[in-house]
């Protein structure tokens, strides 16, 4: 909804005649879709259009469904998608499925207005609930570049979103997607004498968090591969020419040069930050002990290094001869990953994500789901 939010509030906060809207925005695809996951249209009471979805496929379908909802205030969530008992039927001739959010805004709607400008909006799905605010945008002026939201500036803008009883829990749950500057939906269990659970659509604006591999190899290959759905940016760097080939790592930048000079001058223009992640899996002294020295001194969310519990042990004294001091050394994740009794690199990546998301998420242990106590959160 981020790309017509100003158009919306162009329209619902008119001083001399605000006008109610419907907003049609893409809240899930499959196969091949034309536009992304966030993509909006915005119909207003006039039947101007702003935006589009599909670039003209169900365009018309939409129309009609926003035109509904403006009439009855009703949001509702529709799939459009190719029908092979009808070719002539409404949907994607590019084969894939969108689901679409229709949501009606009557004027003045106040979780719209953002002065600052959005950094992300985050809009309820349908419910039996219909007492709660369609949607919140989340101010710039409240989010700050490296940490991201508070829990407490989170907690007030959706609490007209949820009920108070779950508001901390959707905070949580929101503010990670934004530090880690995902798009998606968001399930939360249902409310006291609730019985459906709530789900929320959040849109984000900022910059992917960026993860770091280093060493172009058959790990570095799968931890690329599995971290792809993650939504991050993701960098595999190598001083080798006949390894550093981009076409080798679909998905990543890759970057032919020393690791510790690159991430030396990355730094130092903003391109890492409090949720990075460097994972070192070059397995080579000379290039493991000057990249971790570069990278434990920087202010990141996760550095990770490949190798044994011997090799560990040699490349910890190694960086303190390089005067990497105790408190930085305590930083690293080495030998990298959870124990999962790993062998095959696709194995390896799933341990090292899995470390990564435990430390993203403040777990010191991990612990499965079935031990967890039953009011804890599943995700």
Same mark, same amino acid.
Not at 115 to 142: F, I, N, Q
């Given at each position: 909804m981020l790309d017509v939010l100003s158009a919306a509030a162009t329209r619902l906060f008119d001083s001399q005649e605000p006008q109610n809207v419907a907003v049609a925005t893409v809240i899930a695809?499959?196969?091949?879709?034309? +536009?992304? *996951?966030?993509?909006?249209?915005? *119909? &207003?009471?006039?039947?101007?259009? *702003? =935006?589009?979805?599909?670039?003209?496929?169900?365009?018309?379908?939409? @129309?009609?469904?926003? +035109?509904?909802?403006? #009439?009855? =205030?009703?949001?509702?969530?529709?799939?459009? =998608?190719?029908?092979? %008992?009808?070719?002539?039927?409404?949907?994607?001739?590019?084969?894939?499925?969108?689901?679409?959010?229709?949501?009606?805004?009557?004027s003045g709607c106040p979780g719209l207005r953002s002065?600052?400008?959005?950094?992300?909006?985050?809009?309820?799905? /349908?419910?039996?609930? &219909? %007492?709660?605010?369609?949607?919140?945008?989340?101010?710039?002026?409240?989010v700050d570049e490296s940490t991201g939201p508070s829990t407490e500036s989170l907690a007030v803008r959706l609490g007209p979103l949820v009920p108070e &009883?779950?508001?901390?829990?959707?905070?949580? +749950?929101?503010?990670?997607?934004? +530090? $880690?500057?995902?798009?998606?939906?968001?399930?939360?269990?249902? /409310?006291?004498?609730?019985s459906e659970p709530i789900e929320l659509f959040v849109e984000?604006?900022?910059?992917?968090?960026?993860?770091?591999?280093? =060493?172009?190899? #058959?790990?570095?290959l799968a931890l690329v591969e599995a971290a792809r759905p993650l939504g991050l940016r993701i960098t595999v760097c190598d001083p080798r020419p006949s390894?550093?080939?981009?076409?080798?790592?679909?998905? #990543?930048?890759?970057v032919r040069a020393w690791p510790h000079r690159f991430l030396t001058e990355a730094a130092a223009t903003g391109e890492?930050?409090?949720?990075?992640?460097?994972?070192? @899996? $070059?397995?080579? /002294?000379?290039?493991?002990? /000057?990249?971790?020295?570069?990278?434990? &001194?920087? %202010?990141?969310?996760?550095?990770g290094a490949m190798g044994s519990r011997r090799s560990d042990r040699d490349r910890r004294a190694a960086l303190r001869e390089a005067g990497v001091a105790s408190p930085a050394l305590a930083r690293l994740h080495s030998p990298i990953g959870l124990h999962l009794e790993t062998f095959t690199p696709a194995e390896v990546a799933v341990s090292i994500l899995a470390e990564i998301l435990a430390v993203r998420g403040g777990r010191r242990q991990v612990v499965p789901l079935s031990d967890e106590r039953e009011d804890s959160p599943l995700h």
């Open positions: 695809t499959e196969g091949s879709v034309p +536009r992304p *996951v966030g993509t909006s249209m915005l *119909v &207003d009471a006039a039947g101007s259009i *702003v =935006g589009s979805l599909t670039g003209g496929c169900v365009e018309g379908a939409v @129309l009609e469904a926003c +035109r509904e909802a403006l #009439a009855t =205030g009703d949001s509702s969530v529709q799939r459009f =998608g190719y029908s092979d %008992d009808d070719a002539f039927a409404v949907g994607l001739m590019c084969g894939g499925r969108i689901d679409v959010l229709i949501q009606p805004f009557r002065d600052s400008g959005p950094t992300a909006v985050v809009m309820r799905l /349908p419910s039996a609930d &219909d %007492d709660c605010a369609p949607a919140a945008a989340v101010s710039a002026s409240a &009883d779950v508001v901390e829990t959707a905070a949580q +749950r929101v503010g990670a997607f934004i +530090r $880690s500057g995902r798009t998606g939906s968001i399930r939360l269990a249902p /409310p006291e004498g609730g984000t604006r900022i910059e992917p968090a960026h993860l770091l591999v280093v =060493g172009a190899n #058959a790990f570095s390894f550093a080939d981009q076409t080798s790592f679909p998905g #990543a930048e890759v890492f930050d409090t949720r990075s992640m460097i994972c070192v @899996l $070059s397995h080579d /002294p000379k290039v493991d002990i /000057p990249t971790l020295a570069v990278a434990l &001194d920087l %202010d990141v969310a996760y550095v």
